[in-house]
């Protein structure tokens, strides 16, 4: 269950960051003159960096590979980084920074959460292997007897 939740979470990730690419290169092409905080081309390669990020997180866990819960670790607290050195390097408005508390509130609640889903699943795994590891090596000592 924890799995298919991390499944969801991390393509729900991925495609919002489709979305967001492209949005961007719908705006850089219909409103070339409208001035924005960061320019399209970085918000076009960012998003598509971190879909394809996302991407590879999900299609990991959904095919329970034993990096992907370790990688989705990794994943969403650089995600989170990036978003937070975006803010402090394209924020213009003084509303972006009255609302930085309820930011750092979601950023630090969606990596407990993805992150702690991910490690109990990774040590959930790992001791699921551990245990199939020591049967069949018990099986293969009974059986030479």
């Known amino acids: 269950m924890v799995r298919l939740v991390l499944v969801v979470v991390s393509s729900l990730f991925a495609l919002a960051?489709?979305?967001?690419a492209f949005l961007a290169v719908?705006?850089?092409n219909r409103l070339p003159d409208l001035p924005v905080a960061?320019?399209?081309p970085y918000i076009m390669l960012m998003s598509a960096a971190w879909a394809i990020a996302f991407g590879v997180c999900a299609f990991g866990?959904?095919?329970a590979h034993r990096w992907a819960p370790r990688v989705t670790i990794i994943v969403i607290v650089l995600y989170q980084a990036n978003l937070w050195l975006n803010h402090l390097a394209f924020a213009r408005s003084s509303e972006a920074n009255a609302r930085a508390g309820f930011?750092?509130?979601l950023s630090a609640l969606s990596i407990v959460a993805v992150?702690?889903?991910a490690l109990w699943l990774d040590r959930r795994l790992a001791a699921h292997r551990a245990e199939m590891t020591r049967s069949d090596a018990h099986s293969s000592l009974t059986s030479d007897f």
């Open 38 to 40: 960061a320019p399209a």
């Open 17 to 20: 960051n489709v979305v967001r």
């Open 61 to 63: 866990l959904a095919r």
């Open 26 to 28: 719908q705006q850089a």
């Open 103 to 105: 930011g750092i509130l």
């Open 115 to 117: 992150g702690g889903a």
